[in-house]
């Protein structure tokens, strides 16, 4: 979907963002509903299969047909796992590239709105959190996504448990790690636009007092024309930031409800399984679920970065 | 089909009940000769169920390999279900823990495909 930028407005690039939305639901509903059935057909023929084998008693325990099941439901889904982690990847790429055009943009755009200070001090952490938060998650958290879904395969066919505190700690280092980025990026934020906003109030003054004294009779008149030219480029910085935040949801709203159906059919088949399925089929179904909950922390983290420090620099806070 | 079915249950444990005390031999094959006759009365109704879940399955995208696969382990699973439990009526428990040893096997070996390509999959995703 391709817009004339430069007649855009506000309304019309919500439109656009709605008709992806659209799309994105239209091209991934029945994929999520072929994943949810064919689990939920996966769960049913296992069900009786593990009750064949392990019902009578003194019957060996056999855990063949839900190492099977799981087997078929990994075959299933790895593969849509794989295509998503490509997606991901690309998403954050693009997100990366938007935040390398855009906060220059956004920073010429509020220094002649009067703060140059705050433009500085926020574009550069905009910038750098980003640029940190991609180069994290391309390094070190989807490799770690990988491993821990590598790993509750491996526990789910032992079926021992000697593997799940190892992928818990995955687990819970990949969140962790991404609520520290996101909690330090907020308060640097919040922080240093308290302390730039201030300065650039001063700055202002003292520019103002220094062209009413420098040019003698209209010194002042110009001092309060300039506020015409500032309120100009305020409106301009706003315009960029709108543009900013179309363009941030038009790239990751896609990608989005892809991860989200997906995470659902997947919560949905474990639902549908629970009664007829063995219990480590059930599990290993919502464990599924966690990998695409990780991977939607992954493109929320990094949207919101991108987000609110957009927000910021319009001058929200 | 569950009067036929319990039909052939109940007078085939009445048969067996009143042989299996003159003669146990003519009991076994009696008590054999009743399961196959609700396995085969039961077979109809399996494989109308299996053709609505293969439908659904080839409609829904799940590869044909794997659901064929999952039906080989549930026949598997049935069929030695039933004959384990028929050698344990004829009090021979080392043939039955054989046949389920054999099953296992049979069923890993099945799999064997499906492990293959998962394994390559978690390989090619896998970083290292």
Redesign the interface.
Known sequence: MSYDMYNMDFNEGLSGVWKLVGGAFGDNIK?G??V???IA??S???G???A??S??E???Q?R??I???I??I???C??N??SL?GVLTKTLSEIDVLSKTLLPTLTAAMTAAGTPTSAVVKSSAIMLFSDVLITIINRLLL?CT??Y??LI?ANAALGNDSLAELSRLLKSGVTGVLKLLLTLFIAYITVSGAISGTSDIMLEKSAKLAMTGAVPVVGSIISEASQTVIAGAGILRNSIGVFGIIAVLGFTIGPTVRIVLNMLALRFAAAVSAPVAPEAIVKYIEKLSEVFSLMLGMTVASVLVLFIGIVSCMGAF | MIIRLVGTALIGVILIAVIKKRNPEQGLMLSIAAVCAMSLLSAAVLTEIINWLREMAESFGLEGTVFETLIKVLGISLIIRITADLCRDAEEKGIATAVEVGGTALAIFIAMPLFNSVLTLIKSILPV
């Open positions: 994929q509903l072929g949810f059935v064919a057909v996966i049913v023929l296992i009786v299969a593990n064949a084998f019902g009578a003194g019957v060996t056999s063949v047909p190492i099977v099941g087997l078929a990994a075959g299933v790895i593969g796992v794989n982690f490799p990988y491993t879904l590598a395969t």
